[in-house]
């Protein structure tokens, strides 16, 4: 089975694209996904990040309040790497266990928003970025997100810039026109993919004497 990393800058179009993806009958798992349920109420997760920054950042009905948290942790380097400590782990093994599942697949997607940032390249086999001009993801995360501009900003500066990702990545997604524009793309990728996997597939598989 081979395993594409999706990843890609805030509001770059990562969701979209990985719908594309299922769409053809890909099997996609979403790191983010994970780490949300990772902290639903009574998890062990949830309770760790509870005793690391207090109980504040519950709810009443003792559901992680996420706005509480991320002002706790946003501006403060060392609270964030906490934080990404308790969560990392968990996300990466549950990752491994969601990817057996799929060993009988041609090749699956990851979606890891922090795949380069995380040092989490070891997890797939070829990394995918989705990019987008910044102005555009912007506008974008605004419009989705209600946020103030110099908030997405701030978010684009702690992620790691395109020339670090581009350095990372094996292919690229344009993600600069509609849905329209992109379907054909991921369309194009895919059957690369296909073929990808049918050489890993017979690289593995021992001949038969």
Not at 110 to 120: A, D, K, N, T
């Amino acid at each position: 089975m081979l395993t594409i990393g999706l990843t890609g800058g805030i509001g770059s179009g990562k969701s979209e694209a990985a719908k594309l993806f299922q769409q053809l009958g890909v099997p996609v798992i979403d790191a983010d996904k994970i780490a949300h349920q990772l902290v639903e109420p009574g998890t062990d997760t949830l309770s760790e990040v509870a005793r690391a920054f207090g109980e504040a950042i519950l709810t009443a009905e003792g559901r992680l309040d996420r706005a509480c948290l991320a002002g706790i942790v946003f501006n403060d380097p060392t609270k964030k790497k906490r934080l990404e400590n308790i969560i990392h782990p968990r996300v990466r093994e549950q990752i491994r266990l969601n990817k057996h599942q799929y060993k009988d697949e041609p090749y699956i997607v990851v979606v890891i928003p922090l795949l380069v940032e995380s040092g989490q390249l070891d997890l797939v086999d070829r990394v995918l970025l989705v990019q987008a001009p910044e102005s555009t993801r912007i506008q974008r995360v605004s419009i989705r997100d209600r946020r103030h501009e110099e908030q997405i900003r701030a978010i684009i500066q702690g992620q790691a810039d395109d020339a670090v990702r581009q350095a990372a990545a094996d292919d690229m997604l344009d993600n600069t026109g509609t849905l329209d524009d992109l379907q054909p793309l991921v369309l194009q990728l895919h059957q690369q993919y296909l073929t990808l996997a049918r050489i890993k597939h017979n690289a593995e598989t021992p001949a038969v004497s």
